[in-house]
T-cell receptor, first 111, second 115 residues
Framework: NAGVTQTPKFQVLKTGQSMTLQCAQD?????MSWYRQDPGMGLRLIHY???????DQGEVPNGYNVSRSTTEDFPLRLLSAAPSQTSVYFCASSTTRYEQYFGPGTRLTVT | GENVEQHPSTLSVQEGDSAVIKCTYS??????FPWYKQELGKRPQLIID?????GEKKDQRIAVTLNKTAKHFSLHITETQPEDSAVYFCAAKDAGGTSYGKLTFGQGTILTVHP
């Protein structure tokens, strides 16, 4: 199993551009989520999904969209990138209500 | 919503000493408390967790204790080694009912173990 994978590893965007961060898992996990990590602020939940076709907002959802058309994939879309979205983004998945396993992360810089 | 406070923000110890990191949470409905270790440039890795029906859990040199009444839980690392140096995060989650709940993280503790 590859576990949780994320692409790209690094990305630089200009203000106003849009892009999609990809997340995939091959463990048949129902629960997937997106976090952003900023210095001194831990990890904050952006959006999460409890199964295909079901998504919900987390703590910091503004400026981001998600969809879950398959169990395996959970892409995160930035609609119009802003410098405040410069961060490291982690995707996570879980088969239970408990343990979550993180992907390797995407480092995003918005100039 | 849930609020998790973590202390200290930095912790420096000598190799072989013990390290303790403490977290408090606000939502009495939270019943799952994991700890993650994150090395520089890497993903967070689950190292130990505890559920609210248990007061203490050990795994070799690491242990976690939970005080539900006071709403705080702690990570204990004994006989620290330089490879324990990393950022440690606590988290809390309401895993009850039919919802998977949301994982709320503390701000992190930078642990440095000096040889």
């Amino acid at each position: 199993n590859a576990g949780v994978t994320q692409t790209p590893k690094f990305q630089v965007l200009k203000t106003g551009q849009s892009m999609t961060l990809q997340c995939a898992q091959d463990m048949n996990h129902e629960y997937m989520s997106w976090y952003r990590q900023d210095p001194g602020m831990g990890l904050r939940l952006i959006h999460y999904s409890v199964g295909a076709g079901i998504t919900d907002q987390g703590e910091v959802p503004n400026g981001y969209n998600v969809s879950r058309s398959t169990t395996e994939d959970f892409p995160l879309r930035l609609l119009s990138a802003a410098p405040s979205q410069t961060s490291v983004y982690f995707c996570a998945s879980s088969t239970t209500r408990y343990e979550q396993y993180f992907g390797p992360g995407t480092r995003l810089t918005v100039t | 919503g849930e609020n998790v406070e973590q202390h200290p923000s930095t912790l420096s110890v000598q190799e072989g000493d013990s390290a303790v990191i403490k977290c408090t949470y606000s939502d009495s409905a939270s019943n799952y408390f994991p700890w993650y270790k994150q090395e520089l440039g890497k993903r967070p890795q689950l190292i130990i967790d505890i559920r609210s029906n248990v007061g203490e859990k050990k795994d070799q040199r690491i242990a976690v204790t939970l005080n539900k009444t006071a709403k705080h839980f702690s990570l204990h690392i004994t006989e620290t080694q330089p490879e324990d140096s990393a950022v440690y995060f606590c988290a809390a989650k309401d895993a009850g009912g039919t919802s998977y709940g949301k994982l709320t993280f503390g701000q992190g503790t930078i642990l440095t173990v000096h040889p």
